[in-house]
Structure formats: C-alpha cells, structure tokens
C-alpha cells in the first residue's frame, strides 16, 4: 500500500509498477462498486482539445462529472488561440477563473508537459502528438487485464502504424512494466529504427494471429505521415488488416482491440469491428473509469489530499 503523491499523468514511462496498478485498481473499484468516495465537489477540470476527439474529450468529460466536478470544455476553434493567443496563456487565463485541473490534447508532443510547469493545477495528457496518450493505454490495459486476468503470459501483437502511434508508444511502454509479452507488425515504412527493450518485431498478421492472444490494430494515421507510406488502403487492409478470411481463422481465446476511431474496412473488415472478439466498445467503457481514477488521484494530490493505492 502507497499514497499516490502525482499531480500529472503525461506519459506511462513516468509511473512505476506499483502506481499502473494503483490507476487500474481504482478504475476497476469504480466499474464494480460505483463511486463511493468523497466527490470532488467545488472542482473544475478544463478539457482543452486542440486536436480533433470524440473518445478522449467526451470520456474524460464524463468522468469528471462522475466524481463530482464541473466541466469547461473547449476546442481549437473556439479558443483565443486562433486569434494569436500562446497555448501557456490561454492555460494561465483558464487557471484564473478558477480551475483545478487541465486535460490537455495538441498536435505538438510536449504540450502537456509545458502546461504542467506552467500552471499550479493538475495536468493529463490527452495525447500529445506521436509522443503520449497515457489514459489510452491505461484503459487499453484495465480492458486487457479484464479479460485475461493479469499481464503475466500474456502475448500482445501491435500491428500498423507503429512509428506514427502514440497510442502505440504508451501501450509498448506500459504493458512492458507490466510483464506482458509484446512484438509488433506492420509495414516496413510505418516502423520506428528501433524498438523498446523486450518489443519483438514479427514479419507480418499470420505470424502475428498465430503468436498472439490479443490483437491490437492500430488506426492509420494520414495526418501525421507528410507523405504517402503505403500504396493504397486497399492494398493495407489486404496485407495487415483484420480481412473477413482472417476473420474467420481466429481462434477462439483471440481478442480484437482498436483505439478508435475504427476506419472499416483498412484496419478492419466492417464486419469484424462488431465480431465476439472485439472489446473497441468495452475499452471505450472503461476509458470513462481510468479517466475517473486518474482525474481523482491528480486533483487530490494538486490539493495535498492524501489518497492510498495499491
Ligand atoms: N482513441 C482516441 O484517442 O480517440 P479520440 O481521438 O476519439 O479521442
């Protein structure tokens, strides 16, 4: 048993062993039992998405609600940012009126970690950029250790566009503090030049379908390649997506994950995002949990509040 003394989630490689588990513990307390702590009543959380979201955004909105918070949600668009305005300041004027806590998503890898040394509140990372999306991967994890009951023997094949993937990135990194087996596969040109300790890299979808329990299919990332990686995505779908035929080769214990949003028919055939093996809706459920242990354990020590995990 410890106390949880962060302020800030930017990234998984930050949080050792003991604190991973603490998040999924209480996230799982929060699924079975409801939320049966002192709420968080007279709070604020500011999501500030500067990066288009549906999960994220919508799901930590969700969560803070949950625990008792108020809400002030805003976007790229709406924001003075488009009138010339510095993301510090905007995060400086938003702490002003009485805020709490920031969840932050921004194009830029870093942004998180510069608001965090800027304001006096708590900060989460919402994905900033190829680098982080820590609360992705944490939810990722809660839905692995669901279904499998913990991470040891547990075989975890990535498969995509590893290089472009912060998702991937944060995934790597914490299922390798919690003992998981990982490789990954995916198209020569979306591959980082090297990999984390331990990653395996596997020559393609049947080697990875035959070695792994869970398959995880990244979503391709356009917006983050300056220029064409693959000859099409009908040519993707065929070489390294979840097609109908391989569909139906998988085995009974197998599970399929995605972070969403799904493109049908390029990661996966539109069938199979629906199918017995997929938990992308599961994951997305407990993305609201993980957001709530997270944003609970980061307000409370922003406010010196003791909170024991593990
Ligand atoms: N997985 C994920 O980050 O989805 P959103 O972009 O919809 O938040």
Known sequence: MGKWKKKHLIDVT??????????L????EFKEKGFGREPLKGMTVANMFYEASTRTANSFAQAARNIGCATLNFSKGSSSVSKGE????????????????FVIRHSAPGAAKLISAIVEGAVANGGDGR??????CLLDLMTMRGNNGGFKGLKVAIIGDILHSRVARSLMAGLGKLGAEVAVAGPSTMMPGTLPDGVMRLGG??????????????????????RPLIASLREYHETYGLTAER??????EQLIMHPGPVNRG???????????????????????YV??????LLLSAAKGREVSIG
Not at 14 to 23: A, K, N, P, Q, R
Not at 25 to 28: I, M, Q, V
Not at 86 to 101: F, P
Request: glycine share 10%; charged share 25%; net charge negative.
């Open 14 to 23: 930050d949080l050792s062993e003991d604190e991973l588990s603490g998040v």
């Open 205 to 226: 979808i049947e080697e990875a379908m035959g070695w792994a329990k869970v398959l995880y299919f990244l979503r391709i990332q356009l917006e983050r390649q300056g």
């Open 25 to 28: 513990d209480l996230a799982a």
């Open 266 to 288: 390029v990661e996966l055939a539109a069938r199979s995002a629906d199918c017995g093996a997929a938990r992308i809706l599961e994951q997305v459920a407990n993305g609201v």
């Open 131 to 136: 680098h982080a999306h820590p609360t992705q």
């Open 247 to 252: 569909m139906g080769s998988l085995k009974r």
């Open 291 to 296: 957001r709530m242990a997270v944003l609970y």
């Open 86 to 101: 510095t993301l510090g300041d905007t995060a400086r004027v938003i702490e002003a009126m009485g805020v709490d806590g």
